[in-house]
């Protein structure tokens, strides 16, 4: 790699933010889990705004679209991270435990409902997600 780099006669401030940006792709991807995938839609941004925080997001994405010349998504993309609200997650494995949930099965109980939280843009609440528990579940 850097081989290829002094080949094309970069100096070595270019060569290290070359390798800096390579380096910071793959600690997102690797330690952070994310990806340019994690931003395609509003659904995929709220998960990662929730796993990572706002603003890890924020600069995560810009980074990974340093080189980007398509501004406008760029811009669309952070406009979608600003506005998204996110809750805290409104039900947990006690209270499923309290309506009859298998204590085996209370990762993937949660999972389900987690993924349909996240689907309607964090709006559900606990009565309504207990709900699709039982409808789901029971």
């Known amino acids: 790699f850097i081989d290829e780099l002094l080949d094309k006669n970069y100096d070595a401030q270019n060569i290290a933010k ?52 398509n501004k406008n998504k760029i811009k669309e993309v952070l406009n979608t991270v600003d506005s998204i609200n996110i809750n805290e997650f409104p039900i947990n494995g006690k209270e499923l435990i309290k309506i009859g949930a298998d204590t085996k099965f209370l990762g993937l109980y949660l999972d389900v409902l987690k993924k349909e939280w996240f689907e309607s843009g964090c709006t559900l609440n606990k009565e309504e997600l207990t709900q699709k528990y039982i409808q789901t579940f029971a």
């Open 18 to 69: 070359v390798n800096a940006q390579r380096i910071f792709k793959e600690f997102c991807k690797n330690e952070l889990k994310l990806t340019p995938e994690d931003f395609k839609d509003s659904v995929s941004i709220t998960k990662s705004i929730y796993r990572c925080g706002r603003d890890v997001c924020r600069d995560v994405w810009i980074l990974l679209n340093f080189e980007n010349k």
